[in-house]
């Protein structure tokens, strides 16, 4: 067998992973928390900031958009931000909250990504407003952020109190007291004096649908807040060096309900005739923000160079068993750019869990690489590479982070004890039982690899994988290409939950019919069985 350093000695999470002290909530970037002095370092300080952030082509996107507003040079003035569940809409927009505090705040380096033609006379003195919905009650009269002592009830109120203070507040106190929308010529006056300025509005649906069909509240009725957001872009539009930005969530899962689907249809009525900027966050930015925020970034360049090109070797070599694009030179460099997790793991999770609406495309890959990190690295796991067969699903807590967002999450836990992962799995008894299997764990690979890459599809058409691909999930070099398909063989044999067409694989919730005639089989007594065939011989 050809001998890889394992990762862990190429490169060390970063520190709260390794030692698994991080908390799944560090990894929601919260506006809220920022603007009032109470977030962590990596999210409050810019540098720390920019530096566990890959700046992603719709951070570049949005920046230089609003930059170029906002030193009068043109572009939109009301930038609306669609991304998936969990897909970066919060984190784009801090980006640009930093930006505008001050760019000599953050590494030069940083900038090299946006436009250079902003960057010599950046927006001097910008005044920013931040409202983040589901950090305001509509019930009651709340603190400006940024402004102790002052209290308003509206968005409007906080929005005109953060960009002026107690002067910008006067000028629309009226309005705020009485929860009545002050119109878009009083916010262009507004704009106006405060500008250059920027209204980053996140969350503004969750703030709005709590209104909905109750009334009037300190925070004003639905009708008004949502005839807001119509003034709001009016004014915004009139004036040349102010820029508006809202967030408007994609998934049900955001939009809560009946009151949240009218609430977003209002606003997006009032908002959509600006310009959109989706943030199709692909796979390749995917890794690079989970390598930033979980690795640190030294690395041995020429042991990991080593190991890409021995997997890449392999891809090329055997050519004929994994799958087309395994072995151009696109993939060797994925292999680099992604390591040392493999490509193919963020393409399930970003191109297969993705899809299901309890997943969340940013934060749910971030809490789950953070545990299987963590527990891989205190384990002494000796693979080159993280792969999906590598996965410890064993470890409840890493099965837990894929099994919450399966529609069946209940049923899949057994299944992952009995058959996938667990100690007396059959995967790990068929490892046991055979030595050449057991020195890579190749039968426990291949189950792991086969549930990451179908369990989330059991109810899709689409659903299993080929074996092209359960070899470019589990195999590493130095091991027989055939190794994971006899171990596969074996699995099938044995499994309750495995299903074949012929040419792909899969897991299921439901038990195979093979195993469900055995089960049957067992259930009918010998003196039955007997019975009947002395009677069909007579």
């Known amino acids: 067998m050809t001998e890889l350093t394992p990762w862990r000695k190429v490169v060390k999470p970063q520190k709260d992973v390794a030692q698994g002290k991080y908390v799944a909530a560090e990894f929601a970037a919260d506006l809220s928390s920022v603007i009032s002095g109470k977030a962590s370092k990596e999210y409050a300080d810019p540098k720390e900031f920019f530096k566990r952030t890959h700046i992603t082509k719709g951070i570049v996107r949005l920046v230089d958009m609003a930059m170029l507003r906002m030193t009068g040079k043109g572009g939109q003035p009301i930038l609306q931000l669609k991304t998936v569940f969990g897909g970066g809409k919060t984190h784009t927009m801090l980006a640009l909250y930093h930006l505008l505090n001050g760019i000599k705040k953050v590494d030069s380096s940083v900038l090299t990504a946006f436009d250079p033609s902003w960057q010599g006379s950046p927006p001097k003195k910008a005044n920013i407003a931040v409202l983040v919905g589901t950090a305001l009650n509509p019930t009651k ?88 957001f119509q003034q709001w872009t009016e004014a915004t539009s009139k004036c040349e060096t102010a820029i508006g930005v809202i967030s408007i969530p994609e998934s049900d899962v955001e939009i809560g309900g009946v009151a ?190 086969l549930f990451i890459g179908t369990a989330p599809r059991v109810q899709s058409k689409a659903r299993g994988l080929e074996k092209s691909s359960i070899l470019l999930g589990s195999l590493e070099p130095g091991v027989p290409v055939s190794r994971p398909t006899d171990a596969l063989s074996h699995i099938t044999n044995r499994s309750a939950n495995l299903y074949e067409d012929g040419r792909r694989f899969w897991y299921d919730t439901q038990k195979n019919l093979k195993r469900e005639a055995e089960e049957r089989a067992r259930a009918i007594e010998d003196f039955r069985v007997r019975d009947l065939i002395m009677k069909l011989l007579i």
């Open 141 to 228: 009269a709340t603190e400006v952020a940024g402004h102790p002592g002052l209290m308003a009830r509206t968005l409007w109120g906080h929005l005109a109190g953060q960009l002026g203070g107690t002067d910008g507040y006067a000028m629309v106190e009226e309005s705020d007291s009485k929860g009545i929308p002050p119109g878009s010529d009083t916010l262009l006056d507004v704009f106006n004096r405060f500008s250059p300025c920027c209204i980053i509005i996140d969350e503004a649906v969750a703030y709005v649908r709590g209104l909905y069909e109750q009334g009037t509240a300190s925070g004003g009725n639905w009708d008004g807040n949502t005839t807001f």
């Open 260 to 449: 949240g689907q009218k609430t977003k249809d209002a606003i997006e009525h009032v908002v959509k005739r600006q310009d959109d900027i989706g943030i199709p966050l692909d796979t390749d930015e995917g890794f690079e923000i989970v390598k930033r925020r979980l690795f640190d970034m030294n690395i041995d360049e020429d042991l990991r160079e080593t190991t890409v090109i021995a997997f890449h070797k392999m891809y090329q070599d055997e050519s004929q068993v994994f799958p087309k694009n395994a072995s151009d030179a696109e993939y060797f460099e994925r292999l680099r750019s992604c390591y040392p997790i493999h490509p193919e793991v963020f393409d399930q999770l970003y191109g297969t869990w993705s899809q299901l609406e309890r997943f969340q495309r940013t934060r749910g890959v971030l809490r789950l690489m953070a545990k299987v990190i963590s527990t891989l690295w205190q384990g002494n796991d000796n693979s080159p590479m993280i792969l999906p067969g590598t996965i410890p699903l064993f470890e409840k807590e890493v099965a837990g982070e894929f099994t919450r967002n399966l529609p069946e999450d209940a049923v899949w836990d057994p299944i992952i004890t009995t058959e996938i992962d667990g100690n007396k799995s059959i995967s790990h008894v068929i490892d046991g039982t055979n030595p050449l299997y057991g020195q890579t764990q190749m039968a426990r690979r291949v189950a792991r690899t």
